[in-house]
């Protein structure tokens, strides 16, 4: 089954070092890090996967992820 989930993801600096922290609404628990956007999107949607399953096991009724649509918006961020 395919989830169309959404992340939040932010960007931190500490002591000069950049890093990425991803969260959603959605699911909860869901919080992933990773030193790049592409890492940490990767790092949540594995960690997406296991909360979804765990979830699905419970099969909690107040399930708030929806299947994905036919068509859909993506935020792209484009560095020029």
């Keep these: 089954m395919k989830t169309l989930i959404t992340l939040k993801i932010e960007k931190f600096e500490e002591k000069g070092q950049e890093y990425f922290v991803a969260t959603s609404d959605q699911i909860q628990g869901l919080v992933a890090e990773g030193n790049t ?9 594995d960690l997406a996967k296991i909360l979804i399953e765990m979830d699905q096991e419970k099969q909690s009724k107040d399930n708030q992820i929806t299947a994905i649509p036919d068509s859909f918006e993506y935020p792209l961020i484009v560095e020029v």
């Design 37 to 45: 956007i592409e890492e940490v999107i990767e790092i949540a949607s």
